[in-house]
């Protein structure tokens, strides 16, 4: 006969082994999960969580492009990895930015996040629904290109004209520690717009990167924009570093970004309300530090399938 203690003591059992089960289920999804984390992924997320909008009258959302427009290695410095979107607006290129790893031992690596803006209006950006970044000044400055040619009728002859250039400028940079790098140019450009404005009839993004590694520190913008005497070709430069940075066209000095002696560089102008914008976000615990290097050298070793 099943007496109803029985019955409670058989479903108190049958109740255990469920949560036993369940407990074991979730160390298991969990232990998957610290597997499989990769780097590449924590950045990913990471720049998921990010809201942008312009500061105009529409306050317009932009669009992140949803694949990568660079990703880059830093060996020499803190071993660094990094990723590089960008967010539109109507097809043109309202900010760029992205998020890096920074390794300086076993027990301390984080993760770093760098933006500049490249609009004409204030921007306001959200990250995980927390107000990061809010400049209210515009972006970059263009300047007109006097002896560039008459921009081309056609897109792939205005692309070949960009890329000629960019040729042009030459750089280099002076980290904090003094050591000094010469940048060099990526021909490809990062991005190319796809805009919807009328008085910008074109415009690309390219990058000059250090020489140690593939780490952009500096940014050239190119557009064709309407003027009095037609379509001519203007340019602006972009910080995108915590280094000094030195940009020439054609052997001349034409911009620079220094900050006062005595000052570390990733804590000038990087605030909130700046253009440019550096911030550390995430710190990792030693056994997760542990799982990313060695996922890290797994997916170096293993034969692209592409």
Known sequence: MITLASYNRAWIC???VMLSNSVLLLAQDSATAKAELSITEV???????????????????LTVYPEPVLAW???VRYQQQGLVYVWTDLGKARAIGGVFTNYFSDVKMYTTHEFHSLSPVGLKADHAGKDVWHPEE???????LNDAPTPAMKKPGRLAQMRRLAQEFSAYSITQEGSRYELRLLTAPLFRYQTEEAEIHDGAIFSMVSSAGTDPE???IFEVRDTSEGP??????????????FLQHKEKPVWQFTYPEGVAGHKHKVSPEDQYRLWD??????????QLLKNA??????PSQK
């Open 138 to 144: 515009p972006g970059v400055t263009f300047e007109l």
């Open 218 to 220: 500096i940014l050239l």
């Open 14 to 16: 049958s109740v255990s």
């Open 281 to 290: 976000n995430q710190e990792f615990t030693p056994e997760e530090i542990k």
């Open 232 to 245: 001519k070709w203007h340019y602006a430069p972009a910080r995108f570093s915590d280094s000094k940075l």
């Open 73 to 75: 290695v830093n060996p």
């Open 43 to 61: 950045l990913k997320a990471e720049v998921s969580d990010y809201k942008i909008t312009l500061q105009d009258e529409k306050h317009s959302a």
């Open 297 to 302: 050298k797994s997916q170096a070793a293993t």
